[in-house]
DNA sequence: AATCAATAGTTACGCTTGTAACTAATATCG
DNA sequence: CGATATTAGTTACAAGCGTAACTATTGATT
């Protein structure tokens, strides 16, 4: 007997709507508050959750974001006076990104507007749906982490 | 006391990162093999799937892709003769949409492949995480039910 | 009937993206 | 040491995208 294909049902097509959906709300916050696009977002997330310099390499590892992101955003970052760049004087290809004062206080601000909303997806979710979810997605990450070739 | 945030404990960058990574093996055999865009891909599942005639706008609200990304995969599909436009004679601003027969075989074969991938996903994740996923996804889906505005 | 609003779908425009080519620096290996 | 390969990061280019403006048609209001 053959099933129906259900697009509905498709993994590829829930997650990736999945993902549009939550992601709308808080990209709106950080657009409209701060201008970074979600790139400078992600590396502002990066450098400030590392609480220390980084490679965008490293960045782009860590963020799986492909270098010419890393590199656009670094740029935005830079001219926003968020980030500053150091060149590593043993090896003069690496550059050190770190966030200025004014980038960590940004990056304050927008993990607290961060946590907000996950408390907000909590609540909309329920405690057991948010469990599951979390659950698979571990599995996926896990899945990533065996198979992942970047580029 | 203040817990540092984790981007890695972040749902939509966890969401996001999970939804690129599932739809990317099935990504690559829609477009190496029958040089598909994702939504002309979409538009296609979407038809197949109705067994029926839709307008765009339906395609759009089914499959939640915006008019003018469905107006031009409507454009690419026709004119490799997967899809027929039929004008309607009562109001002719809609145009009722249908797969030739060639697109309907086009539609089988890529359904085949979508159901092979989705029984690789299941034992890449194990039916266990496979259905805390799903559940997971079905509460996000209720949530966009209630607060999904489409533009 | 005439005007104005609403709807289906397309197109023009600017912005973002990934691929591939590029520069610059270092590593490797004969 | 010199040629070649490799790596970090940037840039040029073309393709894809969403916003907004557009055409065409129908509905609503007076």
Same mark, same amino acid.
């Given at each position: 007997?053959?099933?129906?294909?259900?697009?509905?049902?498709?993994?590829?097509? =829930?997650?990736? =709507?999945?993902?549009?959906?939550?992601?709308?709300?808080?990209?709106?916050?950080?657009?409209?508050?701060?201008? $970074?696009?979600?790139?400078?977002?992600?590396?502002?997330?990066? $450098?400030?959750?590392?609480?220390?310099?980084?490679?965008?390499?490293?960045?782009?590892?860590?963020?799986?974001?492909?270098?010419?992101?890393?590199?656009? *955003?670094?740029?935005? $970052?830079?001219?926003?006076?968020?980030?500053?760049?150091?060149?590593?004087?043993?090896?003069?290809?690496?550059?050190? $990104?770190?966030?200025?004062?004014?980038?960590?206080?940004?990056?304050?601000?927008?993990?607290?507007?961060?946590?907000?909303?996950?408390?907000?997806?909590?609540?909309?979710?329920? *405690?057991?749906?948010?469990?599951?979810?979390?659950?698979?997605?571990?599995?996926?990450?896990?899945?990533?982490?065996?198979?992942? =070739?970047?580029?």
């Amino acid at each position: 007997m053959t099933e129906a294909f259900e697009l509905e049902a498709f993994l590829p097509y =829930r997650l990736n =709507r999945a993902a549009e959906f939550v992601a709308l709300r808080f990209a709106a916050q950080y657009k409209a508050r701060y201008q $970074l696009t979600r790139p400078e977002w992600r590396t502002l997330a990066a $450098l400030g959750n590392s609480g220390r310099s980084m490679t965008a390499t490293e960045i782009g590892a860590h963020s799986s974001m492909h270098k010419t992101k890393v590199s656009r *955003a670094v740029f935005g $970052l830079e001219q926003r006076r968020w980030l500053k760049r150091e060149e590593d004087g043993r090896d003069r290809r690496f550059e050190h $990104l770190a966030l200025t004062s004014a980038g960590q206080q940004t990056y304050r601000e927008l993990t607290a507007l961060a946590a907000d909303y996950q408390a907000e997806l909590l609540s909309m979710l329920g *405690a057991a749906d948010m469990e599951a979810l979390s659950k698979g997605l571990f599995a996926v990450e896990r899945a990533i982490k065996n198979r992942w =070739r970047p580029e």
